[in-house]
């Protein structure tokens, strides 16, 4: 899968994130279900380009993306102290949301994959009410072993789904979707960690008000304490963005 080509960048300590708003996002999406072969989508928030720091494989993922979305605002901050700004943060929940709206406009079916058990079909439910017209072509949860993934992918493949969401965390989901992209049958695959929890309301999402603040990431870390390991790769990544600087480029 190449870069996107046309499309402004950053490069944010190895990692290429681009700089496009949410509206470009999905126009870009769209314009990826109309091409005749599988793309992908890489929602970049801290943990991930932390993760990627000592994980090249993860690197490789993400840097040859059709499109990698920034999606904390950790990102946007280290954006702008690169001197090239993403416009806006891009969060991965917002986005496949907005895929969902479209895709009940397009008849694209799309599929869930991830969470718990039940989980996803809760969210599938949920999107279906929201956006009548959603085809759901199928979901199934996220704790599966390496032997039934296979079977998983040719029953996305069967499904005939357009679309496909994977709820793995990162960077699980990335490497799943690079490993049976081109399996899967799927025009567009993109990773979304907990956002089928936020759908299915297993997790709140923040208020507006805590988000207007760009407070989201707080919120989420001090609700669920499991996300304290995520919350540790922030201070690293406030570190590396501030005394390591030069290890970021604009491109285009
Ligand atoms: N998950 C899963 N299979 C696994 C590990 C995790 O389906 O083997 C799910 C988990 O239930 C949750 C999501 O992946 O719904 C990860 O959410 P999180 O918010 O932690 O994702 P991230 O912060 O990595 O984007």
């Given amino acids: 899968m190449s870069g996107t080509g046309d499309i402004p960048s950053v490069t944010l300590f190895g990692c290429r994130v681009d700089r496009l708003p949410m509206e470009g996002v999905v126009i870009r999406c769209s314009e990826f279900l109309r091409e005749d072969r599988p793309h992908y989508v890489v929602t970049a928030d801290t943990s991930a380009i932390v993760i990627a720091q000592d994980d090249e494989p993860f ?23 690169a001197g090239s700004p993403v416009p806006e943060r891009v969060p991965g929940v917002d986005t496949m949301e907005r895929l969902c709206e479209l895709a009940a406009k397009t008849g694209d079916p799309v599929y869930l994959l991830g969470a718990a058990p039940g989980v996803a079909e809760m969210a599938a439910n949920a999107l279906c009410q929201r956006f ?9 949860d996220g704790f599966f072993q390496p032997d039934d993934e296979p079977d998983i992918v040719r029953a996305i493949a069967e499904s005939g789904a357009r679309i496909l969401f994977v709820a793995l965390g990162i960077p699980k989901q990335e490497k799943f979707i690079a490993r049976n992209l081109a399996s899967t049958g799927v025009r567009l695959a993109m990773g979304v960690g907990g956002s089928f929890d936020c759908f299915a309301g297993i997790v709140k999402r923040a208020p507006t008000i805590v988000r207007n603040f760009q407070l989201e990431w707080l919120w989420r870390t001090l609700s669920n304490p499991k996300k304290w390991r995520k919350a540790l790769t922030l201070p690293q990544f406030a570190f590396m963005v501030l005394f390591h600087h030069k290890d970021t480029e604009a491109q285009r």
């Fill in 59 to 81: 690197r490789g993922i993400i840097n040859d993306a059709d499109l990698v979305t920034p999606d904390s605002i950790g990102v946007v901050w280290a954006s702008k102290r």
């Fill in 132 to 140: 009548p017209g959603l085809k759901v072509s199928g979901a199934r």
